[in-house]
């Protein structure tokens, strides 16, 4: 590399534009700042948790309610400063707070309960318990034979016997098939001539 060249560089005329616009340290406003911050966790599998911490509001500032299976938290404050030595009757500064954050499925909206103590809110989200696997017994029977047995059930207790045949329409194991009308044997037709 040759003596004296100087690395290019695409974003110093950028750095140099902002520089003229900003300032040097562009950021420095919000360095003191205290930024509202949400945490939101679950304690095992029974609640779920959001603490918001909301440095400078006071209890009347925070709103909180459960909108569309969402909890959804608000807090707007206030300052009005009136000084009768200055010029304006007024002087007004706001800071706002707005959080809203996608309930589980579980959770159960009666119950939701908020305390807020030395600057943080508190939210706890209790879950319904979940319902416990249900056991399904297993038969040793096809559905067929089920169907079988439960017919020639009904015709015992019909005070049929086990050699009868089924009605018709009736699906019966074991029994022929439904006697002919006319000749009352059963799958035959009736002769006609000799």
Request: proline share 9%; aromatic share 6%; hydrophobic share 35%.
């Amino acid at each position: 590399m040759a003596r004296g060249t100087v690395k290019y560089n695409p974003f110093s005329e950028l750095k140099a534009l902002q520089r003229s616009f900003f300032g040097e340290d562009f950021l420095s406003p919000l360095r003191g700042a205290v930024v509202p911050t949400t945490d939101v966790y679950t304690e095992g599998d029974q609640r779920m948790v959001v603490e918001a911490h909301l440095p400078n509001f006071a209890l009347d500032d925070i709103d909180i309610s459960v909108d569309e299976a969402a909890l959804v938290i608000r807090a707007e404050r206030r300052e009005r400063d009136e000084e009768a030595e200055k010029r304006y009757l007024v002087r007004e500064s706001s800071m706002s707070f707005y959080r809203r954050i996608v309930l589980p499925e579980r959770a159960d909206e009666q119950a939701i309960s908020a305390d807020f103590r030395e600057g943080v809110l508190r939210v706890t989200v209790p879950f319904v318990e979940a319902p416990s696997p249900r056991r399904v017994p297993i038969s040793t029977e096809s559905p067929q034979e089920g169907q079988a047995s439960q017919g020639a059930q009904q015709r015992a207790e019909q005070g049929a016997q086990p050699g009868d045949t089924a009605p018709l329409g009736e699906v019966g194991y074991g029994a022929g098939p439904a006697p002919d009308s006319a000749s009352g044997s059963p799958g035959t037709a009736p002769s006609t001539g000799p």
